[in-house]
């Protein structure tokens, strides 16, 4: 069973670029999560995905940054005219549920994105 | 806010000695905590969790945590360290909002010499 995958592995952009993260949740995940690493910054939060819904958004920079996770396919995150502040690890997580914090299911981190914008 | 804390940067210790990683924390209500391990180049990964029970929790690779509410901390603790085990540490804390949302500190570096 493979692991929540991310391409590509590293990207490489120039200012005002569009860039786009892909990630596929592990099997019979519903659930996707973002999160971006700052370097030497733990992981934020910036967005939560059930299939075609995005049920919060709050970590999101409201704008240029947009994720969406379609019926068929991988959870997309994009950034557009990106700049500078936005080099960074981007992860992805994936869970079978992530609604009732009383039936804790683990996220499975994905190897993450590295952005450089140059 | 709900939040954890991790106060060292990087933790030094001998292969063969125990070695412990600090995690305070600060929520509100009854706190959900975990601990991830992150190695170069790698994804986070799963060692531990705390959502109730026993204050002390066995996790992966033989690390444990202990959950102390007076002190509201969760230090992760390994009885004898392994080379294999330098890496960033995470501590991290699901808030309350309806889903699971984690909240991570900022990370500590554990070196292991030989």
């Known amino acids: 069973n493979a692991g929540v995958m991310q391409n590509p592995r590293h990207l490489v952009r120039r200012r005002g670029q569009e860039a786009r993260l892909r990630c596929s949740p592990m099997?019979?995940?519903?659930?996707v999560y973002w999160y971006r690493q700052l370097p030497e910054e733990g992981l934020k939060f910036m967005v939560y995905?059930?299939?075609?819904?995005?049920?919060?958004e709050s970590g999101m920079p409201k704008e240029r940054f947009s994720a969406e996770f379609p019926k068929e396919g991988p959870s997309i995150l994009r950034i557009q005219q990106v700049v500078r502040g936005d080099s960074a690890a981007y992860f992805c997580?994936?869970?079978?549920?992530?609604?009732?914090?009383?039936?804790?299911?683990?996220?499975?981190f994905g190897p993450g994105t590295r952005l450089t914008v140059l | 806010a709900q939040s954890v804390a991790q106060p060292e940067d990087q933790v030094n210790v001998a292969e063969g000695n125990p070695l412990t990683v600090k995690c305070t924390y600060s929520?509100?209500?009854?706190?959900?905590l975990f601990w991830y391990v992150q190695y170069p180049n790698r994804g986070l990964q799963f060692l531990l969790k705390?959502?109730?029970?026993?204050?002390l929790v066995k996790g992966s690779y033989g690390f444990e945590a202990e959950f102390n509410k007076s002190q509201t901390s969760f230090h992760l603790k390994k009885p004898s360290a392994l080379v294999s085990d330098s890496a960033l540490y995470f501590c991290a804390v699901i808030l309350n909002t309806g889903f699971q949302k984690l909240v991570f500190g900022t990370g500590t570096r554990l070196l292991v010499s030989p």
């Open positions: 929520v509100s209500g009854n706190p959900y």
């Open positions: 995905l059930q299939k075609e819904n995005i049920i919060d």
């Open positions: 997580a994936s869970s079978t549920s992530g609604m009732d914090i009383h039936l804790y299911n683990e996220q499975f």
């Open positions: 099997k019979g995940h519903s659930h």
């Open positions: 705390y959502i109730t029970g026993d204050n």
